[in-house]
């Protein structure tokens, strides 16, 4: 089955305490990207990737790392989450560019105290 | 990038009527569009997209219409089923070269469905 599949669904850490959100895709897709959504806000995109080793970033990329190094895997890292950081976060991916339908992962919802 | 809203936060309907989301972008070289799902707890799922060059597009039970003129979208839900209930928002882009690269998401409209 064609998926977005993230790691973990839930998450709930502390301040300044890295933590790693995965992200893989099984539809040789180019492009993958990740936003959070937050009440009010909608979805922000955080970083996208075009393709393996190229990552840019999107509308609000503060505080979060990204990397690419598989076609298949886009984790996203948060070196020292803060309690703004508290959201819901999609990975997504499309066929080749940002310009096209995206399909989403389930969401991970992650609480920083 | 440029912002693309719904004109209600919440529309409720009953079951069997027709159900019409509507949203407004706000750039007039938006060439592509999508309209999403999302259900309680799972991300956005591909409900159907239409590009500028045409003014209606329809699928199973649903059709999005585009007036370019007004720069107006609308979903249309046939026969309203209480599966039908979720979060619902439309996503434009600009032609590649156009400005920022990807989607621009509106806020939403939460569908209820009244049995």
């Known amino acids: 089955e064609a998926q977005v599949t993230q790691n973990p669904r839930y998450l709930i850490t502390v301040t300044g305490k890295k933590l790693t959100v995965t992200c893989s895709q099984n539809?040789?897709?180019?492009?993958m990207s990740w936003y959070r959504q937050d009440p009010g806000l909608g979805l922000r995109q955080i970083y996208y990737s075009m393709n393996v080793e190229v990552t840019d970033k999107g509308d609000v990329p503060e505080g979060y790392k990204v990397s690419r190094k598989e076609k298949r895997n886009f984790p996203l890292i948060l070196e020292s989450p803060s309690p703004n950081q508290t959201s819901l976060y999609f990975c997504?991916?499309?066929?080749?560019?940002?310009?096209?339908?995206?399909?989403f992962g389930p969401g991970t919802r992650l609480l920083v105290l | 990038g440029e912002s693309v809203g719904l004109h209600l936060p919440t529309l409720s309907v009953q079951e069997g009527d027709n159900s019409i989301i509507n949203c407004a972008y706000s750039?007039?070289?938006?060439?592509?569009f999508i309209w999403y799902k999302q259900e309680s707890g799972k991300g956005p799922q591909f409900i159907i997209d239409?590009?500028?060059?045409?003014d209606k597009r329809q699928g199973q039970r649903v059709t999005v219409l585009l007036n370019k003129t007004v720069k107006h979208l609308s979903l249309q839900i046939a026969a309203t089923q209480p599966g039908d209930s979720a979060v619902y928002f439309c996503?434009?882009?600009?032609?590649?070269?156009?400005?920022?690269?990807?989607?621009?998401f509106g806020k939403g409209t939460h569908l209820i469905i009244q049995p």
């Open positions: 239409i590009r500028s060059n045409m």
């Open positions: 539809m040789n897709h180019e492009y």
């Open positions: 997504a991916s499309s066929a080749s560019s940002g310009r096209e339908t995206q399909y």
């Open positions: 996503a434009d882009t600009l032609p590649s070269g156009g400005g920022a690269d990807g989607l621009t």
């Open positions: 750039n007039s070289a938006s060439d592509y």
